[in-house]
């Protein structure tokens, strides 16, 4: 297996991506035959093992180089937006649905979008709508307790998607939209709608949509308008709490409220479209429900397979949470450590976003590597995690390892190498959102439910969407006995 050298060789003596090992493809077909969507992010992961931390396979006739070097994956995330963005094509088809946002923006629009969509996620503004949290984490848990009381089994991960919608829209958009007591409320099966298209989409040997329209592509059409609908009304109503109260301008509450004060700013730099408002009203919904309900469902699923997991996560809820029944701030969230230990260790091992796309802006070098502008990339973030040489015995499931102090016996741990939320200028800006959301959700579950797998002998496969879930996975509370 051949490993790369991490540091940048001098241009002169860099290699053509020709040069590259792996898999052997086809004329034209490249090695498109060998790549299932839904499993895509193992078949990569694989190769990597066979060919290297630094190898190249087809899509077609278009070369794709695959990193999972750490020094190398670090630099291009380090170099974004000026010298590494997002796949266009990745960009264009988002665009085409209407998530326009900061998620698929570059350059000057992706600063300005961004700067504003980390005003959402402060310290401050998480503090402030911690009781929102705690009150959607206690609907979750009635919901939970009744299918316990019934002996039901539940599909946590649907559960999850709900609650997550419910805790974004809270934090982001000061709205409580109550998915999980409303149940099968509209939104949340347009959204499923949107995500699986856009899923869909990204995979598709060629955008056929644009030609002609299949019943899936229709009923996207539809959600969209549904979707948009709703989200108009969102703004209007945000719009007229600022017109009856100019002073919040001063001091926007939510997401929202900033983009409409950003939307009206004097500057023509800083202000935002209204297509640009919408498109990060979705992104931010789209980016926040997905990735949080099935890092969620991944715990659980770690939890229902590790009793004594479960043991050490109650009795730390217990000492630390007291007559309380869930943390009663951020702060009192992060105090539970072994439960953040257990999330950190669900991200490393069952990461909701195992690769991201990533293009080269212009000509550049990458290690041993000439790349050209437009240059394809992907980056297996969660193979560079799996390895020994970043953590010591990586393939287990050891929350402990996230424990400080560490014993000095503890091996490897190098937390570079943990790169779930991606890393860099883009790093993600709802990390800290999410693990206050684990967190709530990991406290309440072992204070006050045992979890368990429904049928044991059924495997929990990892399936590729447009993040990684838990397919199969069907869980049963019981009420903890006191
Ligand atoms: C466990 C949960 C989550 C995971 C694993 C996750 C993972 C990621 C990853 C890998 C990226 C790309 C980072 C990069 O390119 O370097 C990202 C970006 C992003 N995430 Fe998250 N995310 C999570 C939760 C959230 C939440 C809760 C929100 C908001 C409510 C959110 C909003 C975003 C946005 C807006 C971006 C785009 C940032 C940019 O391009 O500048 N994410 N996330």
Redesign the pocket.
Known sequence: METVRAEVAPAGGARDLSTLPGPRRLPFLGNILEIRPTQFHLTLEEWSRKYGDLYAFWMGRTPVVVVSNLELVQRV?RERPKEFR?WSPLQEIVEEIGFD???SAEGDQ?TRQ?RL?MSA?TAAQLRESHGTVATITRRLRERWRAAAARGEPVDARRDLARY?VDV?SA??FGMDINLIERGADPLSRQLETIFAAVNRRIFAPFPYWRHVKLPADRALDQALSAVRQRMLDLLRTARAELDRDPARAAAPRSLLEAMLVARDAEDPKARLSDQEVLGNVL??LL??ED??AD?MAWMLHFMALRPDVQARMRAEADAELGDADLPGTPEHAQRLRYIGAVSHET?RLR???PL?FIEACADTVLGPLRLGAGARMILL?RQVGLKDESFHDASSFLPERWLTPRPSSAGKHDPRAAL?????P??????A??LI??AMVGAMVARDLDVSLVDPAQPVKELLGFTMKPEGLMVRFTARRR
């Open positions: 995330l997002r946002g900061v998620f992706w961004r969509v996620f997550t974004t934090v982001a992104t931010v980016a926040g990735t949080t890092t991200l990461s909701a976003a991201l973030t779930a939320f991606g890393s860099g883009r790093v993600c800006p709802g990390r959102l999410s959301e684990s």
